[in-house]
């Protein structure tokens, strides 16, 4: 089970904006615990955008997978609940889970023989994104969003894990079962096609 | 080819800038949240037996009309205590559907949709 506070520090962000008073997490579980229908559908209610948001920006374009794995979340913070004690809030606990549950998808992923192609040894450095020119935050979210969502998957989940998720290379090795140094190829590779594709975003 | 070590830098810079809480998404789907709900409901009837739907009402939750139609039924304990959002129509729609049409208060299936 994951640590909310992992969550917290990596700066995941928050799952709800109805964040009930202190204590009315403990409240909300234990009446889930007993029984409670109502509850368990204020508990629904209340988290499950977050949670899919979470998890959309971590998975998209895969959508067909977003679904699934925000309900394994639900299911299986369910079978913890028991564990909940309200050291820290519902919604750090429900991201800790959903954490996990996405760095499983990209361990799963990472793990499998990869089939990416070569990329060509040009020289585009040109091609990347300027952070120095004066871009619209907006803009270069969407942007951004729309050159990762065009990567191959292998590619943009590595970029993802690496860099948004601040997940070290060494890290990433580690938990894939590969070299250190066939981490750093494909991250290579994950970077020079995102700079090839940022132009034609 | 560019430095590693400045290619390193400009993802961190560009990854800092555009935070994936910050990137674009779109809210759950419904039928989602309908799914969830009665994917919760059966493990917990499963597991044990829900709070009874007259202890519910009188522990403040508010009944829709087919579990208030339940609790004035001259039925056992233990049928009051029953997951009857399994056997509801709502149910299915709220699962197949992003819009179904219910519109009945207290419904989860119905909630779910306005949410």
Request: aromatic share 8%; with cysteine; glycine share 6%.
């Amino acid at each position: 089970m994951a640590k909310p506070q992992q969550a917290a520090a990596r700066g995941a962000g928050s799952v709800s904006s109805q964040e009930g008073p202190p204590g009315e997490d403990t409240r909300l579980a234990a009446a889930i615990l007993d029984g409670d229908r109502k509850a368990t559908a204020e508990f629904v209610s209340r988290y499950t955008d977050g949670l899919y948001r979470y998890v959309f920006t971590r998975l998209a374009p895969r959508t067909d997978l977003v679904e699934d794995l925000v309900q394994e979340v639900f299911l299986a913070a369910w079978e913890h609940l028991a564990s909940f004690r309200g050291q820290s809030s519902l919604e750090g606990w429900l991201l800790g889970i959903a954490r996990h549950k996405v760095e499983d998808h990209y361990r799963t992923h990472l793990r499998a023989p990869l089939s990416v192609e070569e990329e060509p040894e040009a020289d585009d450095w040109s091609l990347a994104p300027d952070l120095d020119e004066k871009l619209d935050e907006e803009r270069l979210r969407e942007r951004t969003a729309r050159v990762l969502d065009g990567l191959p998957e292998a590619y943009r989940l590595a970029l993802l894990w690496r860099y948004w998720e601040k997940c070290p290379a060494q890290e990433m090795a580690m938990r894939t079962g590969k070299t250190e140094k066939s981490i750093e190829r494909l991250l290579a590779r994950a970077r020079q096609r995102f700079r090839r594709n940022w132009q034609d975003a | 080819m560019p430095d590693r070590e400045q290619d390193e830098k400009l993802f961190i810079r560009l990854a800092d800038r555009t935070g994936l809480g910050s990137m674009p998404a779109r809210p759950a789907p419904s039928r989602l949240k309908a799914r969830i709900y009665s994917a919760l409901m059966l493990r917990e009837s499963a597991s044990k037996e829900l709070r009874s739907i007259p202890e519910t009402k009188a522990q403040g939750g508010k009944l829709c009309v087919f579990e208030e139609l339940v609790r004035i039924a001259p039925v056992s304990a233990k049928t009051k205590s029953l997951n009857i959002c399994r056997l509801c129509h709502a149910r299915v729609l709220g699962e197949a559907l992003e819009k179904p049409p219910i519109y009945w208060a207290n419904c989860p299936y119905v909630e779910f949709k306005r949410s």
